[in-house]
């Protein structure tokens, strides 16, 4: 029958009847049964027509304003541009005292802790020391510290590398250190209050 179309091309005709109703409220759509049951649709009056809902549209959003290049951001003061800027050190490690080592009694929780770094210190970079998560000494340029009365147990040594505004750039990895310290209520603890002289 000329003007049927087959359901299994339902979808691309729908697709068309939506394109035509958006555009222009297109011709009416009619649909029909066969003795055999098969459904067909057409615009050729015929069966029962078929009301098609009008489309849904969704308005286009207006195109944002560009943002600012790196180049305006850093002439406006908005970008860090030193930031992305910066190159790590090749080597930044605790030479010495190595991983896991213990302070023995006799160094009274003292001992020079060594950084290795490679290459030298560019300018407006200085190290710090970092024991137990809290700044020890303030930045330097040398790479020896002295670290001196730690109490006995564990201990955590971190080296960071900072810049001329005090940002942290770049930090060691950990160390571990043991420290042995007698009691100070050994009886041959010069430190002990019982040798101090007084009754």
């Avoid at 290795?116 to 020896?144: C, F, I, K, M, N």
């Avoid at 971190?158 to 942290?168: K, M, Q, W, Y």
């Amino acid at each position: 029958m000329r003007g049927l179309i087959p359901i299994g091309g339902w979808t691309v005709l729908m697709a068309g009847v939506c394109l035509s109703v958006s555009l222009a409220q297109a011709t009416p759509v009619y649909r029909s049964v066969d003795s055999q049951g098969n459904v067909t649709y057409s615009d050729r009056p015929g069966g029962e027509q078929v009301e098609v809902a009008p489309v849904n549209t969704v308005p286009t959003r207006p195109a944002s304003a560009p943002r600012e290049t790196a180049a305006n951001e850093a002439a406006s003061g908005a970008g860090e541009p030193e930031a992305s800027t910066f190159t790590p050190y090749e080597r930044l490690r605790i030479a010495a005292p190595t991983n896991e080592s213990t302070l023995p009694t006799g160094a009274a929780g003292d001992t020079q802790v060594s950084v290795a770094l490679s290459p030298d210190l560019r300018e407006g970079h200085r190290l710090r020391l970092v024991v137990d998560d809290e700044v020890r000494q303030p930045p330097q340029q040398a790479t020896t510290f002295s670290l001196t009365g730690l109490e006995r147990g564990e201990h955590t040594l971190r080296i960071e590398l900072v810049d001329a505004e005090g940002r942290v750039r770049q930090r060691s990895a950990p160390v571990t250190l043991y420290v042995q310290r007698a009691s100070v209520y050994l009886p041959a603890n010069p430190n002990n209050p019982r040798n101090s002289g007084n009754p």
